[in-house]
């Protein structure tokens, strides 16, 4: 039995992600902190919403979805009810594995992992790392879990923040890339729809490009751009502005806040 406690945007998300990955809604329960919400998730998934004490009695698995925030609170709470066995996966920004186990006591088995939403296509990003007690057994499991709905990754929990930053936080920085793009279609008169399509398609198309073919970006980059021509006369423009200096700038204070974030 797996259960999700704070089962929000990312808790959803990882649900319906195991739902499609072949669990049976019997064998998910979620918990949430307003009854409207549970109810929706029950008519939605047919998964049985209970208490996050009883989640933690009835599972072998808990998945920890809330706010970095109301992490403490939720130990507090479940830290009486938490079976000496029971693995405990934390997908929380900037909560480490020691913050975990020194709320949930004694030898108790923590994954953190840090997806990223689009866990609701199957493409998600996960990065994991192991707790002091976690085993090559834990982060098999915990692998098993996240593999359908996309890549894992296992990393040093001292790169956990970064990750957060860049693959956490990343799918948000495409969205703003897209408005912004949209935005220059809009400037140059296109409809809406058009250049959302426009934009869209060629989103898709340079990340399966660079998924796919193996190339360095800075390869890839340069087949677009001919001598004297349009490409570069807008790359011009992005360096002229930092563009590059804005992302390394911007990914930084994201690594930042999650370091913060953990410590309440
Ligand atoms: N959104 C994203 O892209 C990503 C988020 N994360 C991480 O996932 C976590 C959740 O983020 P997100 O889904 O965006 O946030 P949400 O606010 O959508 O989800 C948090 C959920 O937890 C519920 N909750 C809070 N306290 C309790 C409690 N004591 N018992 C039961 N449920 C509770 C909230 O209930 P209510 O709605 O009633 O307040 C809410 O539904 C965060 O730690 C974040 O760092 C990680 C990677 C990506
Ligand atoms: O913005 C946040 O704090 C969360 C963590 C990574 C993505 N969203």
Redesign the pocket.
């Known amino acids: 039995m797996i259960a999700i406690?704070?089962?929000?945007?990312?808790?959803e998300a990882l649900l319906s992600g195991l739902l499609r990955a072949g669990f049976k809604p019997g064998d998910v329960l979620a918990?949430?902190?307003?009854t409207e919400?549970a109810k929706d998730l029950e008519e939605r998934y047919g998964v049985r919403t209970v208490s996050?004490a009883e989640a933690a009695k009835s599972a072998d698995t808990i998945i920890l979805?809330?706010?970095?925030q109301?992490m403490a609170?939720?130990l507090g709470?479940i830290a009486p009810h938490v079976p000496a066995d029971l693995l405990v996966i934390s997908?929380?920004?900037g909560i480490t594995t020691s913050f975990v186990e020194s709320r949930l006591g004694a030898d108790i088995p923590v994954v953190r992992v840090?997806?990223?939403?689009p866990v609701l296509v199957d493409e998600a990003m996960s990065v994991i790392s192991a707790g002091a007690h976690a085993s090559e057994e834990h982060l098999k499991r915990t692998e098993d879990l996240l593999r359908p709905v996309g890549k894992v990754l296992r990393i040093p929990e001292s790169q956990q923040d970064a990750a957060t930053a860049l693959s956490?936080s990343g799918p948000a920085y495409f969205f703003y890339l897209v408005e912004a793009m949209v935005d220059a279609g809009i400037l140059l008169g296109m409809p809406r729809a058009a250049a959302l399509d426009m934009v869209t398609q060629s989103i898709v198309g340079a990340a399966i490009m660079l998924r796919d073919s193996g190339e360095h970006p800075v390869i890839l980059r340069e087949a677009v751009t001919s001598p004297g021509g349009t490409t570069i006369a807008a790359i011009a423009e992005l360096e002229r502005h930092s563009v590059r200096a804005a992302f390394l700038a911007a990914i930084e204070a994201a690594r930042n806040r999650g370091r913060e974030l953990a410590e309440g």
Do not use: F, H, Y
């Open positions: 406690l704070g089962t929000g945007k990312m808790g918990t949430a902190r307003r919400r996050n979805a809330v706010k970095p109301d609170s939720l709470e997908a929380a920004a840090m997806s990223n939403t956490g």
